[in-house]
């Protein structure tokens, strides 16, 4: 599957006295990067959360940061699978600047599938496909 | 009733660019203030929440900054209740650096008593002598 | 002057337990309004800061919320100036969900135009008709 | 070296809709760990990066969750130091719940050390047995 991008513009808010991105918020732009995977692949994480009670809850995220991010950059967060069980899936991100084409930096984030009461739950059939699960 | 304290130091997390602390942050540092005067009224806020299932919604919120927060400062929220009445309370702040006693910002913030439907609901009689409320 | 529009699409991170959007976190999409309504008028704030020195540094703030923002709504953050002299302006928010029409919030924020020492500075000329300024 | 413990409550605006901590903020917390683990050396982490102009740029950060954490929390960060270079420095962090002793999250960050030019600099050798550097 081609990955999906998501662009963003670096706020103010985001920035720390360094004068670059501080640390933790590449972790938020992850969460942009996933959930304009799932748009893509046809999943609303919205409607998933709501309407099935799924959960992805984050177990392990890492990142590693190669070039700073400074205010008002345009950022583009490009998502991909890189693994899917009905249990959990991985996503990778790269994170880089169009203007420049800078590498920012690059993450994966690994997550489980939750009910409602945040215990384990399988990933109902109807979405296997659109993870990418094609045999359980 | 006299104010509560609520101490902080400033995060990394919470400077910008500039150099000093991002305006927002001061909010979330009026929740730490009044979450400590429930505690000093003798209310645990996530009680309130989790076993009455009341919820404080905020219906407005200013702040006046005096003086600009800066990294690793300690800073004191002091809170007072300025009105309150079984459907609303209005908290005011002042948040000071004792280092130097310069008085940081001043604020205030009116909230609304909501169920977990987020319909407005009456403040449980139990709560009125706490908050100051003798008759309704 | 036409307000200018920033658009926004509510992230996760944005939410708290409550199910909404943490109030705190409407000062920074007026961020994005007061960015967005800069550039509307010809003036990059990046710019303005590293190439004059000129920092829009926040004096007062307050939000007044309507109705609640949730995780995944689109947000228009529509700005207009309110006041300008050489030495501040107030800028006015109105935070609209288009999707059904819905009034999230108003806001105001009342800025001085600081020098990197973070002392008052005048608006330098160039800025003046930008910002509405006609007379000094 | 023992670790350093820096306490810290779980504020709600670090909550999200499913009703435990985001993600992202656990490594909000790790900054406040080293932080104290610096205190406890005897190292003012404002004074290195003001009177040195060192700066403990992050150049990896993982994180592993174990258990959420909630709104109220108390949470202590055990922080040591993996490993120190004149160059860069890896912090360890355990994240902790003391009221039923469960792990909440382990933790990683890797730094480099740099001038305020936001270019690598070795750190100066007053710093270096502080940070565990015997032997250059």
Redesign the interface.
């Known amino acids: 599957m081609t990955p999906a991008d998501a662009r963003l513009r670096v706020?103010?808010?985001e920035?720390?006295?360094?004068?670059?991105v501080?640390?933790?918020?590449y972790?938020?732009w992850m969460?942009?990067g996933r959930?304009e995977w799932c748009r893509a692949a046809g999943i609303?994480?919205?409607d998933m959360e709501e309407q099935d009670g799924i959960?992805l809850?984050?177990?392990?995220?890492?990142?590693?940061?190669v070039q700073?991010a400074r205010?008002?950059d345009e950022v583009v967060v490009s998502t991909t699978v890189a693994r899917a069980h009905p249990r959990m899936v991985i996503f990778e991100y790269r994170m880089t600047r169009p203007g420049d084409g800078a590498l920012l930096a690059t993450g994966q984030t690994k997550h489980v599938f939750l009910g409602k009461d945040?215990n384990p739950q399988r990933l109902p059939a109807k979405y296997h496909f659109k993870f990418g699960i094609v045999k359980v």
């Open positions: 706020r103010y808010a920035t720390d006295q360094m004068g670059i501080y640390y933790a918020n972790f938020v969460e942009l959930v609303r994480y919205r959960l809850a984050v177990a392990e995220a890492q990142c590693r940061y700073p205010y008002d945040l």
